[in-house]
């Protein structure tokens, strides 16, 4: 490999950057510093970045469930609160992770933690349509009757400060609304409801794409995905899957 594309695996950085970077002396390789991006390097060099050691070894993809609770922020870190999702994957040695399915801080349910950028990317483009299913509690309580022409209206679309807010499906089931989505704007499913005179109390995700939430599931857990279910989410948004998941 060329000594740029190691720099821009380990640190997660453009292309840009890790060049520049080597430019500037920040990376040693062996005795010294090496300035040249496109110097070879193999795997049995000693590299360090800022005199951090970098691994040369190629990732294995990995996907895990993660059940987001109430109360906790999806931003790697934020100056207010150290309850943020960036902050529990480092302390749960999740190194070189993101996350898809970026849920507001009064919501809960799933979100995926996954190493393989080309896996977020699709699970979070809205090109990509990848259905999320929520359940959605609200004041005042819903009646299957009104709701559903609501749901109707819903699923034909709405205009809301220039965005085009829009569901796949809904229903009522007991006392929750059960709404599928194949699209992600901010607060979607608040504004949603809002634009019908409702105030969404409670928001909880179930299923991204073919994962759910597993049953008996309790907030802050994380459990990676068996090679099957990894597959099929692989597979659901058009891409290869790894061969060692």
């Excluded at 002396?25 to 970045?49: K, Q, R």
Aim: hydrophobic share 40%; charged share 20%; proline share 5%.
């Amino acid at each position: 490999m060329k000594l740029w594309q190691v720099v821009q695996t380990a640190a997660g950085i453009s292309r840009r950057r890790a060049q520049a970077l080597i430019r500037a002396g920040e990376v040693e390789c062996g005795t010294g510093p090496i300035t040249d991006p496109f110097a070879a390097v193999s795997s049995a060099d000693t590299i360090y970045l800022r005199g951090q050691p970098l691994c040369l070894l190629p990732r294995r993809f990995r996907v895990y469930r993660y059940y987001k609770p109430r109360g906790v922020l999806c931003s790697h870190d934020d100056p207010h609160t150290g309850n943020t999702v960036g902050r529990i994957m480092r302390a749960e040695g999740f190194i070189g992770y993101t996350w898809a399915g970026r849920l507001d801080r009064d919501a809960d349910g799933l979100m995926l933690l996954a190493n393989d950028g080309a896996l977020i990317a699709r699970l979070t483009h809205p090109r990509y349509g990848v259905k999320k299913i929520y359940h959605v509690w609200t004041t005042p309580p819903m009646t299957t009757t009104r709701m559903a022409a609501v749901f109707a209206r819903m699923r034909a679309g709405i205009d809301d400060a220039g965005d085009r807010l829009q569901i796949v499906d809904g229903r009522i089931a007991g006392r929750k609304a059960v709404v599928s989505l194949g699209q992600g704007h901010n607060h979607e499913i608040k504004r949603l409801f809002a634009h019908f005179g409702f105030t969404v109390t409670r928001l909880r995700r179930v299923t991204i794409g073919p994962v759910r939430l597993a049953a008996g599931a309790v907030p802050g857990e994380i459990v990676r995905l068996g090679g099957n279910e990894a597959q099929r989410l692989y597979t659901a948004v058009g891409l290869d899957p790894p061969s060692d998941l």
